[in-house]
């Protein structure tokens, strides 16, 4: 397997233009995670999904974010409109619950989509 | 909710000699704390976890410690080399909820 991908690994765009991040976990996971990673604010958990329908997104800084899991391997966030303060590494991360059985619960983190809003 | 914290943020140390790590949380029902490393410009990656039921774990020369009524979990690291230079964070779940809170890290760089 390919591991976890995202796309773009590098992002800059202008302040109030529209950002999609695009994810692919690892085939046949059932958990998504987005993170967000800065100096500032360190790693943080965006919203998380399982089975593609979101469980918790109140890690969303705002409405300007949102996050949809259309089918088990795609999922996106964007963020419209973008501000400067939203230049960070964003994180996708995926993991494979074992139901049933001690599981490790680790989660595969994608290599990140750097994102520059000037 | 978990909050997490992680000291200290940054440490040096020699090569050869131990690093530790310490971190607290503040949810008593968390029952799994997954360590992860960062190498610079990379993605984290687990390099351990423990579950709630079990004190100390160790593999090769990291090991990990909790103790459950302090709320207290550690990562120490023995004979450091430098690529043990990295960012690592502690995190803490509860596993029915999935949910994994995640401290802000520590720098570490192992001087050759």
């Known amino acids: 397997d390919a591991g976890v991908i995202q796309s773009p690994r590098h992002e800059v765009t202008e302040m109030g233009q529209e950002v999609t991040l695009r994810c692919k976990p690892i085939?046949?996971?059932?958990?998504l995670f987005w993170y967000r990673q800065t100096m500032m604010r360190g790693l943080e958990l965006l919203i998380y999904f399982n089975n593609n329908v979101p469980i918790d997104d109140s890690g969303m800084p705002e409405d300007r974010f949102s996050a949809k899991m259309p089918n088990a391997s795609f999922s996106t966030l964007k963020i419209q409109p973008s501000e400067p303060r939203d230049s960070a590494v964003y994180f996708c991360?995926?993991?494979?619950?074992?139901?049933?059985?001690?599981?490790?619960?680790?989660?595969?983190f994608g290599p990140g989509t750097r994102l520059t809003v000037t | 909710g978990e909050n997490v914290e992680q000291h200290p943020s940054t440490l040096s140390v020699q090569e050869g000699d131990s690093a530790v790590i310490k971190c607290t949380y503040s949810d008593s029902a968390s029952n799994y704390f997954p360590w992860y490393k960062q190498e610079l410009g990379k993605r984290p990656q687990l390099i351990i976890d423990i579950r709630s039921n079990v004190g100390e774990k160790k593999d090769q020369r990291i090991a990990v410690t909790l103790n459950k009524t302090a709320k207290h979990f550690s990562l120490h690291i023995t004979e450091t080399q430098p690529e043990d230079s990295a960012v690592y964070f502690c995190?803490?779940?509860?596993?029915?909820?999935?949910?994994?809170?995640f401290g802000p890290g520590t720098s570490l760089s192992v001087i050759p």
């Open positions: 991360a995926s993991s494979f619950r074992a139901v049933g059985r001690l599981g490790t619960y680790e989660q595969y």
């Open positions: 085939s046949g996971h059932d958990y």
């Open positions: 995190a803490a779940s509860i596993t029915s909820y999935d949910k994994v809170i």
